[in-house]
């Protein structure tokens, strides 16, 4: 007989908090001048363990949507209020985020980690309540596809057809006429309006696995199945990579399915250990991480840039001279701007701790 699991998935919480001390590692740096090259995004095509870190969060969101959605109580309505309001609120939090400190409201940059959760967050719900398992197949295939016929057969004004240079794709021609405000990289953003067509297609493929965590085979098995079709996907986007490249940026097709392939092992490495082995304790703060992602994500990255805008008076910044004083003085720069990375994390990941002692779990 199948093992009966469990509605919440310590595994699961644990590979969300990794995820979320992944993306505070990787955004805070002692010093961007010294980086090691693994912590930064791949400049155009390619791909550094960095730019693995927003799919898994994407990818986690639809594995928790088959848990969180499967024990709703209530009318559709109020779930689809629920999940309108939830879109709302996190979209919020970013454009907050990017305005601040400096609350410069003429540059704002609309487009960013947070809204581009909130609008996937949003489509995906939509479409993983209103289609059957097969139905769902062949949305997220249409999307991936789709996309790529976009981006590979609309000709682009001085650039034609098929180019995926950053000033002459087809995602960064639209985001120049449709997205509004700033973008991160003046003619074009990572996380623009038509490169998260894919962004969607990688929560849904999240929703996929929800459904084999969740159905009637043995823990062992599920396992198994994490690892064959992590496999599977990571070979097909590397495969398909060859005519349309894995790129973070783009958000090409290839890298949906490569770093879905990847995220299947990942999953797959912690379901082993947690869930299977019972090795829970060992990952205790990555599973506190995990029960409070957004909130942390979000404070964490305001509390750096009060950081940087605050002067002292040798003219740094505060966060200037505490890298100086208790990084730099003893390492070199690139180990010291780790240290610094690291150290910030462990700070945060004490926060969780507290929170998660406190059983305050902060839903947003």
């Not at 060992?282 to 599973?287: G, K, L, N, V």
């Amino acid at each position: 007989m199948a093992e009966k699991k469990a509605i919440r998935l310590s595994s699961l919480d644990a590979f969300r908090g990794i995820t979320i001390a992944g993306m505070i590692l990787v955004n805070n740096p002692g010093t961007w001048r010294d980086v090691y090259p693994p912590l930064l995004h791949a400049e155009w095509h390619g791909w550094t363990p960095t730019d693995l870190v927003f799919p898994f969060f994407l990818f986690i969101i639809g594995v928790a949507m088959t848990f969180s959605f499967g024990k709703f109580q209530g009318p559709r309505s109020a779930l689809y209020w629920k999940i309108t309001r939830r879109s709302l609120i996190i979209f919020a939090l970013g454009l907050l985020l990017n305005l601040f400190p400096s609350f410069d409201f003429a540059n704002i940059r609309w487009a960013g980690v947070l809204p581009r959760i909130a609008v996937v967050y949003f489509f995906a719900s939509l479409i993983f309540l209103n289609t059957k398992l097969r139905s769902l197949a062949w949305t997220t295939a249409g999307l991936l596809v789709g996309y790529w016929g976009l981006l590979a057969l609309v000709p682009v004004p001085g650039h034609g057809a098929g180019v995926l240079s950053p000033e002459g794709n087809l995602a960064a021609y639209l985001d120049s006429f449709l997205l509004p405000g700033r973008m991160w990289q003046g003619t074009w953003d990572p996380e623009g309006i038509l490169s998260t067509i894919p962004a969607i297609a990688t929560t849904l493929l999240g929703v996929f696995t929800g459904h084999l965590l969740r159905s009637r085979l043995s823990r062992t098995e599920i396992t198994c199945w994490l690892f064959v079709s992590g496999w599977a996907l990571t070979l097909v986007g590397l495969f398909w990579g060859i005519w349309f490249p894995i790129n973070k940026n783009i958000w090409t097709s290839s890298y949906v399915l490569f770093t879905a392939g990847a995220a299947h092992q990942f999953l797959g490495i912690c379901y082993w250990l947690i869930d299977v082995k019972d090795y829970r304790k060992w990952f205790r703060p990555a599973i506190a991480v995990g029960m409070n992602p957004i909130a942390l994500y979000v404070l964490s990255s305001m509390v750096i840039d009060v950081l940087y805008a605050v002067p002292i008076s040798s003219g740094a910044s505060l966060q200037g001279w505490i890298f100086q004083t208790f990084f730099s003085s003893w390492a070199s720069l690139v180990n010291a701007s780790l240290a610094f990375a690291v150290t910030y994390v462990a700070l945060w990941a004490l926060v969780a701790e507290v929170l998660y002692r406190r059983r305050v779990f902060i839903k947003i």
